[in-house]
């Protein structure tokens, strides 16, 4: 099985500031990534697929590198409604989701 | 738009059974593969199981191998996840999940339900 680690597993920013998410897969999942966002309380939303495919109606400030085994999510410029808890998963061999991160304010 | 609508959600006790719903609209069905993911309460994301598009393939997650069945009935738009011989450690909020890619499955998901919430507890 293809274990997905994500760090930190807890973030403290600011609205303004660039946020780095980064994803490390147990072997490599090529580009077949996935992130997504969720509240408390919804269900998650797909923000960026294949690594770097920004999902329509996400905004632009969300992109997504990497490829093999590391990858990074970024928030360019934090805004209010990105305050939520991030997940990756891998989708080269079934499914399998990091353990989140979640992005607080500081 | 797309909406996706679960039911059948509880409080069971362990050892028994459920059978969750999922009905579909503003999207043609039978082409997409569908997906249950579940998330036990302040924990993460696990896929549970996946059923293609014409009901013909059928994969599940270890953890639920021979307790979970996925079901589906094009003619209804509906999607069904059957639970047998349910542990503490099923407790969890089941969401249904459209496979983004139309035919074949991909594995990641584009919409969502709201969730349905079971709770396995003597």
């Known amino acids: 099985d293809i274990q997905m680690t994500q760090s930190p597993s807890t973030l403290s920013a600011s609205v303004g500031d660039r946020v780095t998410i980064t994803c490390r897969a147990s072997q490599t999942i090529y580009r077949w990534l996935a992130w997504y966002q969720q509240k408390p309380g919804k269900a998650p939303k797909l923000l960026i697929y294949?690594?770097?495919s920004l999902e329509s109606g996400v905004p632009s400030r969300f992109s997504g590198s990497g490829s093999g085994t590391e990858f990074n999510l970024t928030i360019s410029s934090l805004q209010p409604d990105d305050f939520a808890t991030y997940y990756c998963q891998q989708y080269n061999s079934f499914s399998t989701f990091g353990g989140g991160t979640k992005v607080d304010i500081k | 738009q797309v909406q996706l609508v679960e039911s059948g959600g509880g409080v069971v006790q362990p050892g028994t059974s459920r059978r969750l719903s999922c009905v579909a609209s503003g999207f043609t069905f039978s082409t997409y593969a569908m997906h249950w993911v579940r998330q036990a309460p302040g924990k993460g994301l696990e896929w549970v199981a996946l059923i293609s598009n014409d009901g013909s393939n059928k994969y599940y997650a270890d953890s639920v191998k021979g307790r979970i069945s996925i079901s589906r009935d094009n003619s209804k738009n509906t999607l069904s996840l059957h639970m047998n011989s349910l542990r503490l450690e099923d407790t969890a909020v089941y969401y249904c999940?459209?496979?983004?890619?139309?035919?074949?499955?991909?594995?990641?998901?584009?919409?969502w339900g709201q969730g349905a919430l079971v709770t396995v507890s003597s």
């Open positions: 999940a459209r496979d983004k890619v139309i035919i074949n499955p991909s594995y990641y998901f584009d919409y």
């Open positions: 294949k690594a770097s």
